[in-house]
C-alpha cells in the first residue's frame, strides 16, 4: 500500500447488499439511539435476546443497573469506542452471559451507538 492510499476503505460491490452482510454475520449488532431505544438489531442480536427487539428500549432486556448501560454512557460522553472483554450481561430472556462488548458511535447520528457483542 502507497502513502496515498487510505489504510481501509469501503468499495461498494455490484450485488452485494452490505445489510444482507451485517444480517448474515454469527455476531449480535445493534444499534441503539440515544434514548438506548434499538433502532436496529441483526438476527443473532435477535436471537442472543430471545425475540425481536427493533423499536424497543434495551432496557427491556437487561436491567437499568446493567454495566452496558455505563459503557454506553462512556462512549458517548468520550465520543469514541470503548470495549470490555469480560462483561456479564443478565437478562429475563437472555439468562446471564459473559461476553466481550465492543461500542462505537455512529457517524451521522448524534448519540447514537453501534453495540457488537461476542
Known sequence: MSASEPALAFVPVAGVD???????LPLPILAVD???????????ADQFLGM?????????????DSSL?????QSRSDGASIADRQMTLEGSSLGR???AV??????????????VLQ
Do not use: H
Not at 452490505?18 to 448474515?24: A, E, F, W, Y
Not at 425481536?52 to 437499568?64: I, K, M, Q, V
Not at 448501560?69 to 454512557?73: K, P, V
Open 52 to 64: 425481536p427487539s427493533a423499536g424497543r428500549p434495551l432496557g427491556d432486556f437487561l436491567p437499568g
Open 18 to 24: 452490505p445489510g444482507q452482510l451485517i444480517q448474515s
Open 69 to 73: 448501560f455505563s459503557l454506553l454512557s
Open 102 to 115: 465492543d461500542v462505537a458511535p455512529l457517524a451521522d447520528r448524534p448519540g447514537w451507538l453501534t453495540i
Open 97 to 99: 452471559r459473559l461476553v
Open 34 to 44: 440515544r434514548d438506548n431505544q434499538i433502532r436496529f438489531a441483526n438476527a443473532a
